[in-house]
């Protein structure tokens, strides 16, 4: 769908340039080169930024959820709330061709709730959708699966209901979702997508993972939640899109919390200089605010090369 994605990218690029202009000048490479460099070569791989938000209930910003588009293929990484919804919008902008139930494979980084509340909905919507009930596939850390029992548990009398004589699944199947729990390494390999994980450090979770992702053209790489630390630099070396977790809490006023589960401006300057990515990418961005825009500020200062904020919906290929 060449067309209607390069009007998104355009649509995108004038977002950006305007509240990021001060920015922009500042910068040895701009937002507006790293957008034409991005969208020069439409290629086969798109990645659509369905929610770019925390868990503040920041009506601009849904749930973490980022889709990796191969052709019509989607992998999606992380379930934020109102992923479903987030990805039909996406589809209407022309995305992609596929439907709202094609969400079949889904990664998770961690099992925070703002990265796992559109579980449900996943599982449920898609099922209800879907007359084929195709079934879902979900990789993530250890508690994966007992979360994901636990969902099945407490829809059971939806399930029962919607099969049941009368319902509109009468006599269908009932949501199938196959859990890999997984360990560093590659966990997911097809014709179109070979996904590795690793290990990120994310405060006192005893797992959180970033993703690695290599489609026929492009290599991605998203950080999840995480501390600075060496591995997600390791991972990109030169990748072509970073997707890394932004929502700065400026250095002075860093509370203990911050800096044992996330990664500051600063930390974020030196891990971009060193991994050299195409683009770097901010998401989990938290409402706007000052502290916010001083993370930007000091992200430019430290950093020379081509940042944007995502927002939700944007389109990077
Ligand atoms: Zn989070
Ligand atoms: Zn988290």
């Given at each position: 769908?060449?067309?209607?994605?390069?009007?998104?990218?355009?649509?995108?690029?004038t977002?950006l340039a305007?509240?990021?202009?001060?920015?922009?000048?500042?910068?040895?490479?701009?937002?507006?080169d790293a957008?034409?460099?991005?969208s020069?070569?439409?290629?086969?791989?798109?990645?659509?930024?369905l929610?770019?938000?925390?868990?503040?209930?920041?009506p601009?910003?849904?749930?973490?959820?980022?889709?990796?588009?191969?052709?019509?293929?989607?992998?999606?990484?992380?379930?934020?709330?109102?992923?479903v919804?987030?990805?039909?919008?996406?589809?209407?902008r022309g995305?992609?061709?596929?439907?709202?139930?094609a969400l079949?494979?889904?990664?998770?980084?961690?099992?925070?709730?703002?990265h796992t509340?559109?579980?449900?909905?996943?599982i449920?919507?898609?099922?209800?959708?879907?007359?084929?009930?195709?079934?879902?596939a979900?990789?993530?850390?250890r508690?994966?699966?007992?979360?994901t029992?636990?969902?099945?548990?407490?829809y059971?009398?939806?399930?029962?209901?919607?099969?049941?004589?009368?319902?509109?699944?009468?006599?269908?199947?009932?949501?199938?979702?196959?859990?890999h729990?997984?360990?560093?390494?590659?966990?997911h390999?097809?014709?179109?997508?070979?996904?590795t994980?690793?290990?990120?450090?994310?405060?006192?979770?005893?797992?959180?993972f970033?993703?690695?992702?290599?489609?026929p053209?492009?290599?991605?790489?998203?950080?999840?939640?995480?501390?600075?630390?060496?591995?997600?630099?390791?991972?990109?070396?030169?990748?072509?899109?970073?997707l890394?977790e932004?929502?700065?809490?400026?250095?002075?006023?860093?509370?203990?919390?911050f800096?044992?589960?996330?990664?500051t401006?600063?930390?974020?300057?030196?891990?971009a200089?060193?991994?050299?990515?195409?683009?770097?990418?901010?998401?989990?961005?938290?409402p706007?605010?000052?502290?916010v825009?001083?993370?930007?500020?000091?992200?430019r200062a430290?950093?020379?090369?081509?940042f944007?904020?995502?927002?939700?919906?944007?389109v990077?290929?």
């Amino acid at each position: 769908m060449p067309v209607p994605n390069r009007r998104l990218a355009a649509a995108s690029l004038t977002r950006l340039a305007a509240p990021y202009a001060l920015l922009l000048l500042a910068a040895p490479l701009g937002h507006g080169d790293a957008h034409a460099q991005a969208s020069a070569s439409p290629g086969r791989t798109r990645v659509v930024v369905l929610g770019s938000g925390t868990p503040a209930a920041d009506p601009e910003r849904f749930g973490p959820a980022v889709v990796v588009l191969v052709d019509s293929s989607a992998y999606l990484f992380d379930i934020g709330v109102g992923v479903v919804r987030r990805w039909a919008a996406a589809l209407e902008r022309g995305a992609s061709a596929s439907d709202a139930t094609a969400l079949r494979v889904a990664f998770v980084t961690h099992l925070h709730s703002d990265h796992t509340l559109g579980y449900p909905e996943l599982i449920f919507t898609s099922w209800t959708l879907d007359p084929a009930g195709r079934p879902l596939a979900v990789y993530g850390p250890r508690g994966l699966a007992g979360m994901t029992a636990n969902i099945l548990q407490a829809y059971k009398e939806d399930v029962a209901i919607r099969i049941g004589p009368g319902g509109e699944k009468a006599g269908g199947t009932r949501p199938v979702v196959e859990v890999h729990e997984i360990e560093p390494g590659v966990v997911h390999s097809d014709s179109l997508v070979r996904v590795t994980a690793f290990a990120v450090r994310h405060g006192t979770w005893p797992q959180a993972f970033g993703y690695r992702i290599r489609t026929p053209d492009k290599v991605i790489v998203l950080s999840g939640d995480a501390t600075a630390g060496p591995e997600v630099a390791r991972q990109c070396r030169g990748c072509d899109l970073l997707l890394h977790e932004g929502g700065f809490v400026g250095d002075a006023g860093a509370r203990a919390y911050f800096r044992e589960f996330h990664t500051t401006a600063e930390e974020l300057a030196r891990i971009a200089t060193e991994a050299k990515p195409g683009l770097l990418v901010l998401y989990h961005q938290r409402p706007a605010g000052k502290s916010v825009d001083a993370g930007y500020r000091a992200l430019r200062a430290h950093y020379q090369g081509p940042f944007v904020v995502a927002r939700d919906l944007d389109v990077f290929y």
